[in-house]
Nanobody
Framework: QAQLVESGGGLVQAGGSLRLSCEAS????????MGWYRQAPGKQRELVAV???????NYADSVKGRFFISRDNGKNTVFLQMNSLKPEDTAVYYC??????????WGQGTQVTISS
């Protein structure tokens, strides 16, 4: 079992930046895919960005060019640098890890609120 702990959420004004971190601990398979999903009130949870152990990334169209995902394999940590934030980015952001044998783990979520 793996455990994911997010940090870095908060309130920021539109146009600002925020950096989320998620550290994984426990039994972590390699290779794996780590990433971020978000869920706004009344909406479905959606993929924001994911990154594999080797660095291959995938971004939602809505965040391309603004958000950047990275990871530190040595620290089992994934980051999400969010720039040019918009009110529509407001959501609970969840860290996610997909490992071997289709094992999936989720963090508790961290609130990101962008004010206009």
């Amino acid at each position: 079992q793996a455990q994911l702990v997010e940090s870095g959420g908060g309130l920021v004004q539109a146009g600002g930046s925020l950096r989320l971190s998620c550290e994984a601990s426990g039994s972590i398979s390699s290779p794996n895919v780590m990433g971020w999903y978000r869920q706004a009130p009344g909406k479905q949870r959606e993929l924001v960005a994911v990154i594999g152990t080797g660095g291959v990334t995938n971004y939602a169209d809505s965040v391309k060019g603004r958000f950047f995902i990275s990871r530190d394999n040595g620290k089992n940590t994934v980051f999400l640098q969010m720039n040019s934030l918009k009110p529509e980015d407001t959501a609970v952001y969840y860290c996610n890890l997909k490992g071997l044998h289709a094992l999936v783990y989720w963090g508790q979520g961290t609130q990101v609120t962008i004010s206009s």
